[in-house]
């Protein structure tokens, strides 16, 4: 009966998750404390287990969606959390922080002026007046604007 008592613990921190938009706040050591009562031997049946299997892992997908979404939105996160989604929070802006690190971009000198136009891959640039320098990180627009000798490169 502790499986099934454990199940309905994770079905309500479930349905409280469906509830609302915010990441409702776990023990840090939710999903260790569910590991350790897994390995521990038990009288449940097969079907108990899985159905407990089956909506941890909804609970667990249903929080990722959260994380990303708090992510996605620079929100600092709700406290307690446990220490997996933290971790994977952390991981992820840490990913995200050193792509943005990562791109480069090209200085260009304008030399005509110009209003603003899409290029062919369907950025919008301009308008600029002939002489401004302007900062482009999409290699095919630095292409677009040297082609048609709308600018040219400064460094």
């Given at each position: 009966m502790e499986t099934e008592m454990q199940t309905e613990t994770i079905f309500a921190k479930l349905i409280e998750e469906k509830k609302t938009g915010e990441l409702q706040p776990l023990p840090?050591?939710?999903y260790a404390n569910i590991e350790?009562?897994?390995?521990?031997?038990?009288?449940?049946?097969t079907q108990e287990?899985?159905?407990?299997?089956?909506?941890?892992?909804?609970?667990k997908s249903r929080r990722m969606q959260k994380i990303l979404v708090y992510l996605a939105y620079n929100k600092p996160l709700p406290t307690?959390?446990?220490?997996?989604?933290?971790?994977?929070?952390?991981?992820i802006l840490k990913i995200i922080n050193k792509e943005e690190q990562q791109v480069k971009t090209t200085t260009?000198?304008?030399?005509?002026?110009?209003?603003e136009?899409?290029?062919?891959?369907?950025?919008?640039?301009?308008?600029?007046?002939?002489?401004d320098t302007i900062q482009?990180?999409?290699?095919?627009?630095?292409?677009?604007?040297i082609n048609n000798k709308i600018g040219e490169i400064t460094s």
């Open positions: 840090r050591n939710f350790a009562d897994n390995k521990k031997p038990k009288n449940a049946n287990l899985q159905n407990k299997q089956s909506t941890l892992g909804a609970l307690p959390l446990p220490a997996e989604e933290e971790d994977i929070y952390y991981q260009i000198k304008i030399n005509i002026k110009i209003p136009i899409i290029t062919p891959n369907g950025s919008k640039i301009g308008p600029y007046q002939e002489g482009i990180a999409n290699t095919s627009d630095v292409e677009f604007i």
